[in-house]
């Protein structure tokens, strides 16, 4: 099993957001669930930089064709840099999304990075990855560098490229296992640097979720989710959200603790080859609804919380006042299974 990475939040906010003691919260800067972060945790090696956290090496320059691609010149760009094995190496890609998302810091914006990275030339806006949305799959995934987000953009317009190469032992694969056009039809795999030709990751267990209780365990990372995915039956706001664990786990004291989920483990469930919902096989889930609150709070605007959005895969934000997202109980298999 391999834990999402830890968000890096550490701070509270209340709805209004203003900053508020962590403690009895049940929010993302109290529990500080996942993988932790090493410090340092990049090091500077000479054009290169190591991400101790996932073992992959990013280039330093991080606008390093100096203006924005497609999403085909971007794939190309990294091919030449291949073939002229640029800085020694020639196993460059374009990360995939839980590549590129893995430096998200939601501590931090502007840029949403770890307080001290070493990079230069970072843009704040968005760049690609190599991830085709299986939604729409004349779209392909980017996250935006600023603030954090994750969606979908069409293929023919022009963002920033980031090369990565390495392997990690801690991020898994995104399922896909396609490749596609620009103009979204299916492709041969070969040759494309495509995500759905790299596969990189661990490879997901088989079967990978299983019945345990009132829960499905998820193998590949630990997490048992609670099989009825909506909580409260209804868009609540997002005390409401962190409320009704809080009454879960009165009403339930032998089992959990349930806990609202961050927005790494909410994004950890999720298959980059299924939409609506966007899961994998095996998630039979009961209720499950289009869009879900994560305990983690938009640093960006505190007043906003980050969310999935399940039928698409998106990561977002919605107003914490606003009745706008269900709520999804997780925990820590380890605790239920001693």
């Not at 209780?213 to 997002?238: E, K, M, P, Q």
Request: glycine fraction near 10%.
């Amino acid at each position: 099993m391999i834990a999402p990475l830890a968000t890096g939040q550490t701070s509270c906010y209340d709805l209004a957001g203003y900053e508020i003691p962590c403690k009895k919260s049940g929010q993302d800067g109290e529990s500080k669930q996942g993988l932790p972060w090493p410090q340092p945790r990049f090091i500077s090696e000479g054009r290169l930089v190591e991400d101790k956290l996932t073992g992959l090496y990013w280039t330093l320059d991080a606008n390093l064709a100096e203006y924005p691609l497609t999403w085909s010149e971007a794939l190309r760009f990294v091919a030449e840099m291949n073939r002229v094995r640029k800085y020694g190496y020639g196993d460059w890609r374009l990360p995939n999304r839980h590549e590129l998302r893995s430096l998200i810091c939601h501590q931090a914006t502007r840029p949403a990075l770890p307080s001290g990275h070493p990079f230069i030339h970072l843009f704040p806006g968005w760049y690609w990855t190599s991830t085709t949305a299986a939604i729409s799959p004349a779209h392909a995934w980017y996250v935006h560098m600023q603030g954090g987000r994750m969606f979908y953009g069409g293929k023919d317009q022009s963002y920033l490229a980031w090369p990565v190469r390495g392997t990690s032992e801690v991020l898994p694969t995104t399922g896909q296992h396609r490749c596609y056009s620009s103009a979204g039809a299916l492709v041969p795999c070969s040759g494309s640097g495509q995500d759905g030709e790299m596969r990189c990751g661990r490879p997901w267990p088989e079967p990978r979720f299983h019945d345990i209780g009132g829960g499905l365990l998820d193998s590949l990372t630990g997490l048992l989710w609670r099989l009825d995915a909506d909580l409260t039956g209804r868009r609540v706001n997002w005390g409401e959200a962190l409320e009704s664990i809080d009454m879960l786990n009165r009403q339930e004291a032998s089992n959990g603790p349930w806990r609202l989920p961050n927005i790494n483990e909410l994004e950890s469930i999720t298959s980059c080859v299924e939409h609506t919902p966007a899961l994998p096989p095996g998630a039979r889930f009961k209720n499950l609804r289009d869009a879900y609150w994560s305990s983690t709070s938009s640093t960006f605007e505190p007043d906003w919380a980050w969310a999935l959005y399940l039928d698409k895969g998106a990561i977002g934000v919605g107003q914490k006042t606003g009745a706008y997202f269900h709520v999804w109980a997780v925990c820590s298999s380890s605790r239920l299974l001693g």
